[in-house]
């Protein structure tokens, strides 16, 4: 394992754009919250939360979801602590059962989909009866997997540039940034 640099670190965050606020972040998990519930509230949803980008999402999300609910993870990666997706690991499959359930995917960022697009597949292939997902994040660009494919439920658009904050990290550091924030461009090489 290559030593981190806490000072690079710092200095990212210290030189990073401010794309969204706490407080814009914060109404966008309330706008999402308000979704979810309008179209899962009698379904008796599996929130299915991916690690470890999806925890703060879904940590936000879960209070504001007042209806009855299962909550399981996964976790599956194409990043790791790179800036750019590389093969699909799965390092924990879902515990629940998921034949016969609707299940709800809850992830940081859709950036091109081929995790999420996994993770959906997968599901289908246990049995679910329905499949969807929910990031906080949507990136603009016309990378996606699929033309057009984007998450039943977003939070923000935000542009194709590498964010850190409220879950997605910069090379393993500053999930806990209060809000979304572009690493400037220059250090965004792999």
Known sequence: MVPVDLESIRR??????CLFTRTQVEAAIDRMADQITDAMHE???????????????????????????????????????????????????PQQELRGREVLVIDDVLDEGYTMQAILAHCREEGASAARCAVLVDKNHKRKC????RA???????????????????????????????????????
């Open 146 to 149: 699929r033309k057009g494919f």
């Open 43 to 93: 379904r008796n949803p599996l929130l299915l939360c991916v690690m470890n980008g999806g925890v703060v999402t879904c940590g936000s999300l879960l209070p504001r979801l007042d209806f009855p609910l299962e909550l399981d993870f996964l976790q599956v990666g194409r990043y790791g602590d790179a800036t750019v997706g590389g093969e699909l690991s799965w390092r924990v499959r």
């Open 152 to 190: 039943d439920f977003t939070g923000l658009d935000a542009p194709d540039r590498f964010l850190f904050g409220y879950g997605l990290d910069y090379q393993g550091y500053l999930r806990n940034a209060p809000g979304l924030f572009a690493v400037p461009d220059e250090h965004t090489s792999a």
């Open 12 to 17: 990212i965050a210290n030189e990073a754009d």
